[in-house]
């Protein structure tokens, strides 16, 4: 009997030192409240007000439970945040620190593709007219994007810019430059064959190549020219003859 008292005992003290922790836990947790949230970052898409109003309802708390996960998730969720560092401060602040993703190409008819080839769709794209504009399968986009970038140094070193690039179900390419040229290439080898059609414009002058309407790469051993309206025929083999004199 003697030893079931003291095991009684010994469970209710126990019991008691619990609750005084758990109370004690959330007293310390509630008592000190968040007095501060520092917001730092450089914005030039993003809205400030947007960001207090995500994480105004999760700063209610005390300081000690606030959930600084929670906060962090919450502002990823917002379209132009590539990242976010959320760290509590002793005594009363929370400090958060912002990164905004930057906008390299326009994807689809109303996305955009960050710098590491993410996908995200703003509420306005439209001062983003002046990006190239990259159309593909949905999963590839990070890839297409390499493509592009190599692309566009490629055209540039021809005194080209690059508009559009379409890459189709078949691996089919279709180049669209800032003159309005459209190139047009097949599923298979298609850096080469586009490499090959760059030398060859080296054979016209500024003036024929901005009379070039499309081009259609797919042939094995050449390629069709389609020139814009009112633009007289061009005698290819005096070109060629031209360019063998010595």
């Known amino acids: 009997m003697q030893i079931t008292k003291f095991v009684c005992i010994g469970l209710l003290l126990i019991g008691?030192?619990?609750?005084?922790?758990?109370?004690?836990?959330?007293?310390?947790?509630?008592?000190?409240?968040?007095?501060?949230?520092?917001?730092?970052?450089?914005?030039?898409?993003?809205?400030?007000?947007e960001l207090k109003q995500t994480v105004k309802p999760l700063v209610t708390t005390g300081i000690f439970s606030a959930d600084m996960l929670a906060i962090q998730q919450a502002m990823m969720k917002l379209p132009w945040i590539a990242n976010v560092r959320v760290k509590r401060v002793w005594p009363d602040a929370i400090d958060i620190k912002v990164y905004e993703k930057m906008a390299v190409a326009r994807w689809g008819e109303n996305g955009l593709l960050s710098i590491r080839g993410e996908?995200?769709?703003?509420?306005?794209?439209?001062?983003?007219?002046?990006?190239?504009?990259?159309h593909g399968p949905e999963g590839q986009a990070a890839k297409l994007l390499e493509i592009m970038r190599g692309l566009r140094t490629t055209l540039a070193d021809h005194s080209f810019g690059l508009a559009e690039f379409i890459v189709n179900e078949r691996r089919a390419w279709k180049i669209v430059l800032t003159n309005g040229m459209e190139i047009q290439l097949g599923g298979k080898e298609q850096l080469r064959t586009f490499q090959r059609f760059l030398k060859t414009l080296s054979l016209l002058n500024q003036d024929q190549i901005e009379s070039i309407a499309k081009v259609d790469l797919r042939y094995p051993n050449g390629y069709a020219v389609t020139w814009k309206p009112g633009v007289p025929e061009i005698d290819w083999k005096k070109i060629a003859e031209g360019q063998q004199q010595p």
């Open 16 to 49: 008691l030192i619990w609750t005084f922790w758990d109370k004690a836990k959330t007293y310390q947790s509630d008592a000190v409240p968040i007095r501060y949230v520092r917001i730092e970052g450089v914005f030039q898409y993003i809205s400030k007000e």
């Open 119 to 134: 996908i995200f769709r703003p509420s306005n794209t439209v001062q983003f007219e002046n990006l190239p504009k990259l």
